[in-house]
């Protein structure tokens, strides 16, 4: 079976993710993207108040509270949409328990890294490079597929 033919809770490989519709790619850029900009904003601001443990917790607890949330409506009946098909919105909370682990992971990645890199240089060319990097990185699946299409 092609990846993209699996269904949401049947995903079982990490190379499963690169089979997403290109909007639920870009909207997990923009979550990145969003993140890494916070995180530039309130590094130098609050980094006596903040460590960057705790705000890794912060932005994890705000990306899976409505994964949680929406987990409680999930009955036997619930359908189960392919990775192909799957809607950024309304299909979120079905993945496999795995999936929010890698993804907040990459994550918690990102958010150190930023951390780190504004620490070090608090510059706005700073954080136009780890966005640049970031979008590139987290895009990515969606850029492969896009250059490595073959012709029929």
Same mark, same amino acid.
């Given at each position: !079976?092609?990846?993209? &033919?699996?269904?949401?809770?049947? !995903?079982?490989?990490?190379? @499963? !993710?690169?089979? #997403?519709?290109?909007?639920?790619? +870009?909207? +997990?850029?923009? /979550?990145?993207l969003? %993140?890494?900009?916070? *995180?530039? #904003? ?5 980094? &006596?108040? =903040? ?12 990306? $899976?509270l409505?994964?949680?949330? $929406? ?6 009946? %619930?359908?189960?949409? %392919?990775?192909? &098909?799957?809607? #950024?919105?309304? @299909?979120?909370h079905?993945?496999? @328990? ?6 907040? +992971? /990459?994550?918690? #990645? ?5 951390? %780190?890199? =504004? ?7 700073? $954080?136009? *490079? ?6 590139? +990185? ?8 896009? =250059? ?5």
């Amino acid at each position: !079976m092609h990846p993209s &033919q699996k269904k949401l809770n049947e !995903m079982n490989r990490l190379s @499963d !993710m690169a089979h #997403f519709p290109a909007v639920v790619n +870009a909207g +997990a850029t923009i /979550n990145i993207l969003l %993140t890494i900009t916070l *995180t530039w #904003f309130l590094q130098p601001r609050y980094s &006596q108040v =903040f460590a960057p443990i705790l705000w890794v917790a912060i932005v994890l607890t705000l990306n $899976l509270l409505p994964v949680v949330l $929406l987990r409680r409506t999930i009955t036997p009946a %619930t359908p189960y949409c %392919t990775l192909a &098909q799957m809607d #950024f919105i309304h @299909d979120q909370h079905k993945f496999s @328990d795995w999936v929010y682990l890698a993804a907040s +992971a /990459n994550m918690a #990645f990102w958010i150190l890294i930023s951390w %780190t890199a =504004f620490t070090i240089s608090p510059i706005p060319s700073t $954080l136009a *490079t780890a966005l640049a990097i970031a979008a590139v +990185a987290t895009f990515s699946p969606v850029l492969v597929r896009t =250059f490595t299409r073959k012709e029929v």
